[in-house]
């Protein structure tokens, strides 16, 4: 079992920064990838970044790259969204999840489906 709890939402102006938080307990940090997700009123969860288990290795969604970095701190169980340049479509609940077992594959992680466990969200509004 892990629970994640996210925190660091607000709201921003465009062109703005913010970094996300999740800090996760229970089963042993370092075995297993991470990802963040979002959801915006009115649509599907859509994939935002994925990370390894080790941090080595990460993924992310077009719409983010080059603004987005997802990192991981093993030793403070916690996992990061670091987001700059933000823009008023980047507005949605932020989810970090948990994935399950199985080796780091970015079409997997790239899916809800790979991910076993979810945080209850939190808010980024970035205004224009």
């Known amino acids: 079992q892990v629970q994640l709890v996210e925190s660091g939402g607000g709201l921003v102006q465009a062109g703005g920064s913010l970094r996300l938080s999740c800090a996760a307990s229970g089963r042993t940090f370092s075995t297993y990838a991470m990802g963040w997700f979002r959801q915006a009123p009115g649509k599907e969860r859509e994939f935002v970044a994925t990370?390894?288990?080790?941090?080595?290795?990460?993924y992310y969604a077009d719409s983010v790259k080059g603004r987005f970095t997802i990192a991981r701190d093993n030793a403070k169980n916690t996992v990061y969204l670091q987001m700059n340049s933000l823009k008023p479509e980047d507005t949605a609940v932020y989810y970090c999840a948990a994935a399950g077992s199985g080796p780091y594959n970015e079409r997997r992680l790239s899916e809800r489906t790979g991910y076993v466990y979810w945080g209850q969200g939190t808010q980024v509004t970035v205004s224009s």
């Open positions: 990370i390894s288990a080790s941090g080595i290795l990460t």
